[in-house]
């Protein structure tokens, strides 16, 4: 039989992960596929750097956590097709958390406004939800 988990478990592993990261992590949005791992070095170039808020994803609930307030860099950092996200803690030196971007419907692990940046523009993260479910 496969393993399950109640809500309130499921939502308290959601939970540590921002507790885990830490307040005002850093957001890198980057070109080409992720690395292998989250302790791979990176690969491509970054296109936008966002310092997340204070308190950046909600209380999990129902086994669901999701971005809080706006993610937005207000001047792209580089031009190029973004392809993946880094989320590092606040000194931009561990990457806690990696995964693809794309728009609406392409199915990304965060969805952009936008995934073809030229130097200067603003972007904003559409929608970030991380998902604790049951096999």
Aim: net charge negative.
């Amino acid at each position: 039989m496969t393993m399950q988990y109640s809500v309130a478990v499921r939502n308290a592993r959601l939970d540590v992960v921002e507790t885990t990261i830490g307040t005002t992590p850093i957001l890198q949005i980057r070109s080409g596929a992720p690395p292998v791992n989250c302790a791979t070095a990176d690969s491509g170039t970054v296109l936008a750097t966002v310092n997340l808020p204070s308190d950046w994803m909600t209380a999990a609930s129902g086994g669901t956590k999701s971005k809080s307030g706006t993610w937005q860099d207000l001047s792209a950092d580089a031009a190029g097709v973004a392809g993946h996200f880094r989320i590092k803690d606040s000194t931009g030196t561990t990457t806690h958390m990696q995964g693809t971007c794309t728009i609406t419907g392409g199915g990304g692990d965060m969805i952009l406004d936008n995934t073809n940046f030229a130097v200067g523009q603003v972007f904003t993260v559409v929608n970030f939800t991380l998902t604790a479910g049951n096999p």
